[in-house]
């Protein structure tokens, strides 16, 4: 039936069959179609916000590494109450008490669906997945959280007409791809069950993007570095569990090789990030997916910085297989010369300013422990 349908719009649109994905895309849109049916009132899905409203936007994954500070920057800019994160985990008292939170289970559509009717949901931030090295120890959780929650998000977000971001990452490279620099367009070829999903979200997001006019957007993430939240499951995490040793106990075992080069990023930069892409204009994307970076270190040259501050860290070397030949088949230096030239990214932090931001976070943290 749709396809049926698409293909009379398309011909009442141009006359005749062409094989343009521009007009393509127009034609969809004109017409409102969702992939997945909608029983009564389809056409009423695709209504949008006015450009000067403040989008309502929805977190999903929002207790792991990144949520709970994407949630505090959106809502400075757009209001506490119209920001909600969500999570199938009963959040701590410091989040809850910060702002909307609501359970969301993304396996779940009718549930999906009831939360972005309810709370008229604009933007959706598509945060929950199994990273990594935990997706290698439950491949099947895996599928079912990063590829057949996907499915849902991307046909809630169709039907509704909803901004909606997905992050990518470094993983959805593989052994076969560049890695010194890795361009935002090469072999992508993964070898984790987590890259290959990744790798199916930027193609089903951008094949959205294309069939049915969905303003999807996606950065590809390098590890991701941060103090008061944990990553769980990566295999960028020693990064940063790096930190947290260092200061508990002066000591660090690390689970690479001293000398696996990776790409990195302070918080703060990826977070900004998220919002400078989901702000621009959408004609100054020339592409879906971006690669973005900031700086590339082995856990070698992140010791050496530490150790400037405090020499008597102490680094020993316990490898762990599986995280070592994931990182082995994985970028080490991104190449992200399409966000800086589209859309103007820019990363503050190198890897001296990021050590100084997070020794100075754990000690001011240390020091409040003793007050109090
Ligand atoms: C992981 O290590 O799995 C993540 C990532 C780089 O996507 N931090």
Known sequence: ????????????????????CQPLTVAVRSISFSPRQVTSDASFHSVSFSETDHPKVLITGGLGQLGVGLA???RMRYGKNNVI???IRKPPNSVFHSGPFIYSDILDYKNLRE???NNRITWLVHYS????AVGEANVALARSV??????????IAAEHGLRLFVPSTIGAFGPTSPRNPTPDLCVQRPRTIYGVSKVHAELMGEYYHHRYGLDFRCLRYPGIISADSTPGGGTTDYAVQIFHDAIKTGKFECNLKPDTRLPMMYIDDCLRATLEVMEAPADTLSMRTYNINAMSFTPEELTQELQKQMPE????????????????SWPMNFDDSNARKDWGWKHDYDLPELVQTMLNYFREETRMARVN
Do not use: W
């Open 72 to 74: 505090k920057l959106l």
């Open 1 to 20: 039936f749709i396809f049926l349908a698409f293909l009379l719009a398309k011909q009442a649109l141009m006359g005749t069959p062409g094989c343009g």
């Open 129 to 132: 997945a199994l990273l990594s």
């Open 115 to 117: 939360i972005v009717v």
């Open 146 to 155: 990063n590829i057949t929650g996907l499915h849902n998000i991307l046909d």
């Open 85 to 87: 994160l969500s999570d």
């Open 313 to 328: 860290l102490e680094v020993s070397y316990e490898i762990d297989p599986v995280r070592q030949g994931i990182a082995d």
